[in-house]
């Protein structure tokens, strides 16, 4: 009898881990209205391709989403590359889905902005301005465009001042408003926010692209249901609601990060002090 009921909760508890919906978290590397406008139309498309709801989940910061992440508190995470890195580096490695590919190319840059009306044209010139990174764990606001300055000569206190802010957006609109002479966002952002009056003072080598991994405890079929699920889409009201220049998902190795690696040796103790 006792082996029989056993069963029966076994089953049970299968069944219901089938049913419930499946988590689709971000870190708020834009605002948490701005996440669910772009990825809404991806996780309806992922509900209908495996029958069972899919729920966007917006971290307060990137610090929870990695430790979400990494202790398999999500079945799917949105990843940056050097959070990616981190994540493995401290849990062990994760499950990999897809990484994005835009105007068919899964790579991007950082780039690093400033007003159309700045008289800046090089990153030297930075030594004694004002700077807006974004958080300290993303990969394109703040870890590149660090490396990037490193590489140019300007150190951290060779600025007249610095300051991390929330997200993208954040550095943006700082920059905008004149409250920092530049600033650092991802292409995609650069490329949207460009017509209100940015302009490109540089650009990092290309960098692969934002991945989607899984649980660790997620189910191999499961697994790959939805990594096929998203190699086939090509429905561009779903890519574009993302990014005007997303063309859709593409297969992704561990190895496409060794650049992401290299560079926070450099770049982590600096900002971990």
């Known amino acids: 009898m006792k082996k029989i009921l056993v069963v029966l909760l076994l089953s049970c508890l299968a069944l219901f881990a089938q049913q419930r919906a499946l988590t689709l978290g971000f870190m708020p590397y834009l605002s948490s209205s701005a996440l669910l406008q772009k990825y809404t139309p991806l996780a309806e498309y992922l509900s209908k391709e495996l029958g069972r709801d899919v729920k966007i989940v917006i971290a307060k910061d990137y610090e929870s989403h990695i430790v979400n992440s990494g202790k398999d508190r999500l079945d799917i995470s949105f990843l940056g590359g050097s959070p990616y890195v981190l994540i493995t580096d401290k849990y062990g490695p994760k499950p990999l889905l897809v990484r994005y590919e835009f105007k068919g190319k899964p ?18 010139e930075l030594r004694g301005k004002r700077f807006a990174f974004g958080n300290t764990n993303s990969t394109l606001s703040t870890q ?9 000569g300007v150190e951290l206190k060779d600025l007249k001042a610095y300051l991390h802010m929330r997200n993208h957006e954040n550095v943006v609109y700082g920059t905008l408003f004149g409250d920092f002479d530049a600033g650092a966002v991802a292409e995609e952002v650069f490329l949207e926010k460009r017509s209100e009056g940015l302009k490109a003072l540089a650009y990092s080598p290309r960098l692969s692209t934002h991945l989607f991994t899984t649980a660790s405890t997620m189910p191999k079929p499961l697994r790959q249901k939805i990594r096929r699920a998203l190699l086939k889409l090509d429905d561009p009201k779903v890519l574009q609601a993302i990014s005007a220049n997303l063309t859709g998902f593409v297969p992704v190795k561990d190895s496409y990060y060794d650049y992401h690696r290299a560079m926070l040796q450099t770049v982590l103790p600096i900002l971990e002090k």
Request: proline share 7%.
């Open 107 to 124: 790579t991007f840059r950082s780039v690093i902005i400033t007003a159309q009306r700045s008289p800046l044209t090089s990153l030297k």
């Open 144 to 152: 590149v465009p660090l490396f990037m300055l490193l590489q140019a």
